[in-house]
């Protein structure tokens, strides 16, 4: 009778799997913060997206680590850059067989760990880093992807990148647009995931956790620019812009079940505080019950083998 009356469906294709792929690496380097998940080579990455797939999982997302950094972001726009590099390797193994997804942003890229490139103030520059952005989605529709994920919270990126692809004849690569996206302390493991180098913050672009009203209104502009799917992130502690999201989108709705989350469910897992794997499903749920029409999260592969 449970499952007669069953109000949320959880299924392996409304998952999506973010994976790092480091630059100039042999072995994959396990992560401190995020147990199980790596800093994948390029070897070992189509190895693993290649098992989540036939697990059934929607999508793969993709962060690359660069060898080297500046204060462009260089590796970013770069064809040989790791990350156009992995696109293109993943697109040949799998071609449609997934979505296949990069993180549109140059934080992994640049030296100071910001998402754009910098003013003379050491602010970020919001048009200058517009520029980049362009070319960075250019070159990753360019190496496969199939949608793109701008997760800067720049002003204008969803339209001057549905722009650049347009006049590229790109109109069939998608915009998954990190619409609202809170500056939030369950980043943190992530940092380490991609070295960051951050010092400071991003609250002069990432949107305060205290605002609903102000998200809505980034997710409006996100779809007026060309959106084809909006995305809150963080998840667990947002369920309920999640819900207001869901219920203002005309386009669908993904959430982000970020390293924080991961992290804080493992450790307690670790430590037998929690049941890992009722935990997971419960935490995957309370997502869709929000009402997010796929989620992206480390436990992706695993949860959807479960499901299977
Ligand atoms: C930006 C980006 C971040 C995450 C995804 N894309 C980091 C940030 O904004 O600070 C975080 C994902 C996570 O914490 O799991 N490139």
Same mark, same amino acid.
């Given at each position: ?19 790092? %792929? ?35 999982? $929607?999508?793969?997302?993709l ?16 064809? =040989? ?26 934080d992994?890229?640049? =030296? ?24 960075? $989605?250019l ?10 994920g ?7 990126? %969803? ?6 692809? =347009?006049r ?5 690569? $998608? ?12 980043? $943190? ?20 956790p ?32 999640i ?9 669908? %709705? ?10 804080? %469910? ?7 505080w ?35």
């Amino acid at each position: 009778m449970r499952r007669l009356v069953s109000e949320t469906t959880l299924r392996p294709r409304q998952l999506i799997l973010p994976m790092f %792929v480091a630059e100039g690496i042999d072995t994959p380097r396990p992560i401190s913060s995020m147990p199980g998940v790596v800093q994948h080579t390029r070897d070992t990455l189509r190895k693993a997206a290649v098992d989540a797939v036939n697990a059934g999982v $929607g999508g793969l997302m993709l962060f690359g680590i660069p060898k080297t950094r500046d204060a462009v972001g260089s590796g970013a726009v770069d064809p =040989d850059g790791i990350l156009n590099v992995a696109l293109r390797d993943l697109r040949s193994e799998l071609g449609d067989a997934t979505v296949l997804m990069a993180d549109t942003c140059l934080d992994e890229f640049t =030296d100071h760990g910001h998402c754009g490139v910098l003013d003379a103030d050491g602010g970020v520059d919001n048009d200058a880093t517009l520029r980049v952005y362009a070319e960075m $989605g250019l070159a990753q529709a360019e190496a496969g992807a199939h949608l793109l994920g701008p997760s800067g919270m720049m002003d204008g990126q %969803v339209g001057v990148i549905r722009a650049a692809l =347009d006049r590229a004849g790109r109109a069939d690569t $998608g915009i998954l647009a990190y619409s609202a996206k809170f500056a939030s302390a369950f980043y $943190g493991p992530f940092r380490e995931a991609v070295d960051s180098q951050l010092k400071g913050d991003r609250k002069t672009y990432q949107q305060d956790p205290g605002n609903v009203r102000e998200a809505l209104r980034e997710i409006e502009l996100d779809i007026a620019e060309g959106a084809d799917m909006i995305m809150v992130k963080p998840a667990l502690a947002y369920l309920d812009v999640i819900r207001a999201a869901a219920e203002a989108s005309p386009v669908p %709705v993904a959430a982000y079940n970020i390293s924080g989350e991961y992290a804080m %469910v493992e450790a307690a897992a670790a430590n037998g505080w929690l049941d890992r794997e009722r935990t997971i499903l419960e935490v995957l749920t309370s997502i869709r019950r929000a009402g997010a029409d796929m989620i992206l999260t480390y436990w992706a592969a695993e949860a959807a083998a479960w499901l299977d």
